[in-house]
């Protein structure tokens, strides 16, 4: 029998501990790095561990990594680091389980829906191939069994000729002396960097996964569009390779000491570099909180320039701001899947709009546009909205999805108090947030002490228990949803982009050929909103997609509009077919490829 080959079915006695291996992928945690040791137990809910558990393949042996590293290799044959639909479907034949089983594998190992499974969740697909062949139903909580490490490698029918082709190849090709020819998966970079990018024309068939797809489409349609209408200083910088590659993240707002850095400290289970907590404004500045090779803190104008990471838009708020900014970095599992984001507690009356000297709620839009998830964080003690705050909060607009209202420190109250102040919360943020919907409120005590149960009393200790469940199921999800959140904010910028060319072309249309034109470019501020209303009869679109009228209208007065371009219907239109064509076909290509 060859090296690695497929081994008889049955189970082993042996339970080695997963050990660092170099041919992994970045979200597999059982073969990235040693577990970290168990945290403290929590009171209710499940600690942080299962949001990092939910998004890796789980009890994968050295011995296992070894042969699914061999396996890897054949199922990947271009060598990209990343098994396709295509590529999956031949190689998961062999295993001779029906096309529903395969189907439920697939779902589970790609729970991301990036399209591709990456060494990590090949793992996992291996492991319930094993589990299916042994007559077990393949669920969402098949990778938690205990016992999983204790099944064999599943049996693949042809698998053995394959790896000994592939070794005597390997045998051939390979340097003396020299170490194995590195394979790299196919760069994006050049798409953003290279002046000759827009005449390269990627088929939509050369990508391997919805992102690389996303990044095709734009830099090929969408890019040339927002850069001819000048779309980057209307609404949104032009997008980076960075931008597409970001780790979800999640924003916590609210006043100050409502608990947010303490949030973040009870889901990491210890301290970040930089965290301050005290009852007085401790936290004056954003901190993104991420995951790094070691424990350190960034400088803003530092990690405001680095290529490889989605905060190059933050440039536009000036060195006011990134002085006032910073990144965190530590190891931590959870941190490998999600970035949060610290800010500061909302101030009242006029310090929050003289004493910053930055435009705060400008920043905070710019990050509520880029997250996937924003808390609202309140203190059953602060319950009013501030003008200042309302701003804020009304600054997230276009983002009502994202939000997430949590009721902190809820154990300082006791139970009759409590129904009064949730009442009261609701009743104040129905003020604010304009959706007919009610809003989601978490009710807790997100910190690391024990419940004060002699003021909520036993019903209010199990009911503070089921509402951390359920907000950290919510947490959990995101990375499973990531890319649909990216395809899903794609979608909303490109038709923000369309509506955004319209309306310039609109007022290109009203500007006069030879004499008048400052006139006539007053007389078209002051009548914007009526130039809105024109292109929305036209164009037939809804009033509720447009932009914020008082915000254009000061951008453009900084603009000659004589000086933008005229209407290219060409352009919309790659626009257009991008959305209804190339998008739809992107999903379709990478979905299930068993549906």
């Given at each position: ?336 899947h999600i970035t949060f984001v610290d800010t500061p507690g909302v101030l009242s009356g006029e310090k929050q709009r003289t004493q910053r000297s930055y435009d705060f709620t400008g920043v905070t839009s710019w ?229």
């Amino acid at each position: 029998m060859p090296p690695h080959s497929t081994p008889k079915r049955g189970r082993r006695d042996e339970h080695p501990h997963p050990v660092r291996f170099p041919f992994v992928h970045s979200c597999c945690r059982c073969c990235s790095r040693p577990p970290p040791p168990p945290p403290p137990p929590t009171r209710g809910g499940r600690p942080w561990m299962e949001i990092a558990r939910s998004a890796a393949a789980v009890g994968c042996s050295k011995e296992h990594q070894r042969i699914y590293a061999d396996w890897f290799a054949i199922a990947d044959p271009d060598g990209d680091g990343r098994v396709t639909g295509a590529d999956a479907t031949k190689f998961f034949a062999m295993s001779g389980l029906s096309r529903a089983d395969l189907k439920q594998v697939w779902a589970i190992a790609d729970s991301k829906r990036q399209g591709y499974l990456g060494f990590g969740e090949f793992a996992a697909a291996m492991q319930l191939v094993s589990l299916a062949q042994a007559g077990n139903e393949i669920t969402q909580d098949s990778l938690k069994r205990e016992d999983l490490s204790s099944f064999d490698p599943p049996v693949m029918k042809g698998l053995d000729e394959l790896l000994a082709r592939s070794m005597a190849i390997v045998n051939v090709v390979r340097p003396q002396e020299n170490g194995t020819p590195q394979v790299q998966a196919p760069s994006t970079n050049s798409w953003f960097s290279s002046k000759s990018a827009k005449k390269i024309q990627t088929p939509l068939t050369a990508v391997t996964s919805v992102i690389d797809g996303l990044k095709r489409l734009y830099i090929e349609k969408l890019k040339p569009l927002e850069v001819a209408y000048r779309f980057n200083d209307f609404a949104s910088p032009l997008l980076t390779n960075s931008d597409f590659d970001a780790k979800p993240m999640v924003m916590l707002l609210g006043q100050y000491s409502t608990g947010k850095t303490t949030f973040i400290k009870h889901l990491l289970k210890s301290n970040f570099p930089g965290a301050h907590i005290g009852p007085e404004p401790t936290t004056d500045r954003f901190v993104v909180v991420m995951s790094g090779s070691d424990e350190r803190t960034v400088p803003g104008n530092t990690i405001a320039v680095q290529a490889d990471m989605p905060f190059n838009g933050l440039t536009t708020f000036g060195g006011a701001f990134l002085s006032k900014f910073e990144c965190s970095q530590m190891p931590h599992p959870l941190l490998d899947h999600i970035t949060f984001v610290d800010t500061p507690g909302v101030l009242s009356g006029e310090k929050q709009r003289t004493q910053r000297s930055y435009d705060f709620t400008g920043v905070t839009s710019w990050f509520a546009a880029k997250c996937d998830v924003i808390l609202l964080l309140f203190d059953p003690h602060k319950l009013d909205i501030s003008d200042e705050f309302k701003r804020v909060i009304s600054s997230l607009r276009g983002n009502e999805d994202k939000i997430r209202v949590v009721l902190n420190k809820a154990d300082q109250v006791d139970t009759q108090q409590l129904m009064r102040v949730y009442g009261a919360l609701m009743w104040s943020l129905g003020k604010v947030l304009n959706t007919p919907e009610v809003m989601r409120v978490y009710i807790g005590s997100f910190n690391d002490k024990p419940v004060n149960e002699s003021a909520v009393g036993p019903i209010g200790k199990e009911l503070f228990e089921k509402e951390q469940e359920d907000l950290l199921a919510d947490l959990k999800d995101i990375p499973k949803k990531a890319c649909d959140r990216r395809v899903n904010e794609f979608v909303k910028r490109a038709r923000a982009a369309k509506i955004h060319a319209y309306i310039i072309g609109q007022l290109k249309k009203e500007m006069p050929a030879m004499m008048g034109k400052a006139k006539a470019q007053h007389r078209l501020i002051d009548n914007l909103q009526d130039e809105f209303a024109k292109v929305q009869r036209e164009y037939h679109l809804p009033a509720g997609d447009f932009p914020d009228l008082e915000h254009f209208k000061q951008v453009l007065a900084g603009y000659s509009i004589d000086k933008f371009e005229k209407m290219k219907p060409k352009m919309v239109q790659a626009v257009d077919d991008m959305l209804a064509h190339d998008i739809p076909d992107l999903l379709k290509n990478f979905s299930n490829p068993y549906q």
